[in-house]
Nanobody, 116 residues
Framework: QVQLVESGGGLVQPGGSLRLSCAAS????????MSWYRQVPGTVHNLVST????????TYLNSVKGRFIISRDNAKSTVYLQMNDLKPEDAATYYC?????????WGRGTQITISS
């Protein structure tokens, strides 16, 4: 079955950096675009970034452009989100997302807390 397992979250100071990872299994990873979403309690998921199958094309939420970088390693079936210059408004639970031929799948999320 499809599994998406996020890691790399934690507590960071404003201006700091974190790198999230999402290890995928149960589908042919290299065939599908991958996305990161984030959610603050009481709100809907917001799309943060998407990367195409080969990584050639990426898109970002306006508020993270220039600070976040999405990448993928198809050999490892893993997608990453490098987050730099983190701001208080980036605090959320971050989710990995895959839309495959059999459906849409989500990881359990990894929490980012930003505090000085």
């Amino acid at each position: 079955q499809v599994q998406l397992v996020e890691s790399g979250g934690g507590l960071v100071q404003p201006g700091g950096s974190l790198r999230l990872s999402c290890a995928a299994s149960g589908f042919t990873f290299s065939n599908y675009a991958m996305s990161w979403y984030r959610q603050v309690p009481g709100t809907v998921h917001n799309l943060v970034s998407t990367i195409t199958t080969t990584g050639v094309s990426t898109t970002y939420l306006n508020s993270v452009k220039g600070r976040f970088i999405i990448s993928r390693d198809n050999a490892k079936s893993t997608v990453y989100l490098q987050m730099n210059d983190l701001k208080p408004e980036d605090a959320a639970t971050y989710y990995c997302n895959a839309k495959t031929g059999t459906g849409e799948y989500w990881g359990r999320g990894t929490q980012i807390t930003i505090s000085s």
